[in-house]
């Protein structure tokens, strides 16, 4: 059995049952039922931020931290699709020199259309791997900017890294993804502008113009990813903010919200196969009856039926 | 429930060589025939390639190299696969390749080999064929 074999640790199984866990196989989703019975035990960071902040390499450092302190790290790691062609090009498998190291799996997925950047099949990833057995888990998330927010359904940690020099002040205090971080990274901190930005940021939290997440009031930190400085720190941030959830009860509270996520998700794509279905079957009698008769009312009722009797 | 496949292809640049703009292009085009492609970059080792592309669970390795020492190195790729047990991975090799040198890669169990002048559009069929017949895929259009 390949669940058996990944539980087992083996490499190869493990990945080839996460595939069939992405592409919802019968297998994929029975091994997933019981990876459930295990899951709930590790601690999911999601790093975000804007393209070219540096995340894909402070991931790279992150592994490594936390691979030295003995823990077994899965990491995921999102890349947008192509909305014309469906195909993704992924390359943040390029500044994760620690892959290497044993104890480490690493997956990149292509969001295949999900906004929000997570999507159903990450979240389907982090409950395999957690599972597995994999007690640290990193999801990168795609750096699409404000409104990427689905992201605090699936993770218990949420890491915004910023960088220095990409514009005033006011671009930091826009509303969404500044307001969802528990830890605020200023990467590339030997950046001359990053004082200012590290200010901005203190300010920031401070005066609460930051979201306190469950009464956590968030935390900063400087890194320069590429020169290994602020790791520690960084993962040191990570662990009490884990302590701190577990001590409040919101560990296993943010455990429940992703697997009802999970479950959301996973329903609307159901139901938004029927609804391409439909409308692919019925492409002519619409077009005909929208531009010859005008018929809104009509035909959303007509498709409406439709769409529920094949439901 | 189940999805149809996207076909996963891992694209690295093999050896020690610096050009990588031909693995780009290749990339760039696998992605707008729907695939999608991981892209690990320049100067990676046989076994790093391979440790990658079993962690992406990818139909298909395709390995650039520009540098000449091919039958040195694809060998290992080769190895490492069938250590590692990716029998049913494809394996494709791009770059400056002597055509005297192309049926001994295929003895080895290179899939294809795709010499300078290749046509993107042949690239991408070639591929997707050996998939298709490969792994047993049902593909999504």
Do not use: C
């Not at chain 2, 005297?100 to 080999?113: A, H, N, R, S, T």
């Amino acid at each position: 059995m390949l669940l058996e074999r990944a539980l087992e640790g083996d490499e190869l199984s493990i990945s080839r049952l996460l595939t069939k866990i992405e592409y919802m196989s019968s297998e994929g989703l029975e091994s997933l039922q019981e990876l459930m019975k295990r899951s709930g035990k590790a601690h999911v960071v999601g790093i975000t931020g804007s393209p070219g902040a540096g995340k894909s390499t402070l991931i790279g450092e992150l592994i490594k931290e936390y691979v030295t302190r003995g823990h077994r790290v899965g990491v995921i790691l999102i890349d947008p699709s192509s909305p014309f062609s469906m195909g993704s090009f992924m390359g943040n498998r390029i500044r994760l020199t620690s892959v290497e190291e044993k104890n480490v799996f690493v997956r990149s997925i292509a969001s295949r259309g999900h906004l929000g950047g997570i999507s159903s099949e990450a979240l389907m990833l982090i409950e395999a791997l957690d599972g597995l057995g994999f007690d640290r888990i990193i999801v990168e998330t795609v750096g699409a900017g404000q409104t990427d927010t689905d992201v605090v359904n699936g993770v218990h940690t949420i890491a915004v890294v910023n960088v220095p020099g990409t514009g005033d002040e006011i671009q930091a205090l826009k509303a969404g993804i500044m307001e969802i971080g528990d830890v605020y990274v200023v990467n590339k901190a030997d950046k001359v502008e990053a004082e200012m930005l590290f200010n901005v940021l203190r300010f920031a939290i401070d005066t609460a113009e930051v979201d306190y997440r469950d009464g956590w009031k968030p935390k900063l930190v400087k890194t320069i990813a590429t020169k290994g400085v602020g790791i520690k720190e960084t993962v040191d941030i990570f662990e009490e903010h884990l302590e701190y959830l577990k001590q409040k009860g919101i560990f296993d509270k943010r455990i429940r919200e992703r697997r009802i996520k999970m479950m959301e998700l996973l329903l609307r794509k159901k139901v938004n196969d029927v609804i391409t279905k439909i409308i692919r079957e019925n492409n002519e009698i619409i077009s005909k009856k929208l531009n010859e008769e005008h018929d809104i009312i009509g035909i959303l009722n007509e498709m409406y039926k439709l769409v529920k009797e094949t439901m | 429930m189940s999805q149809e496949r996207r076909i996963k292809v891992l694209v690295a640049k093999l050896g020690l060589d610096g050009h990588d703009r031909g693995a780009k292009v290749i990339a760039r085009a696998l992605k707008d025939a729907g695939m999608e492609v991981v892209y690990t970059g320049l100067r990676q080792t046989p076994e790093q390639i391979v440790k990658a592309a079993l962690q992406e669970d990818v139909d298909v390795i395709g390995v650039s190299i520009l540098s000449g020492a091919h039958l040195e190195l694809v060998p290992l790729v080769v190895q490492q696969m069938k250590e590692k047990g990716l029998n049913d991975v494809v394996l494709v090799v791009g770059g400056v390749i002597p055509p005297q040198d192309i049926p001994k890669l295929k003895e080895i169990g290179v899939d294809e080999v795709f010499l300078p002048g290749s046509s993107l559009k042949e690239i991408t069929e070639k591929i997707t064929k050996a998939v298709v017949t490969k792994r047993g895929l049902k593909i999504a259009s």
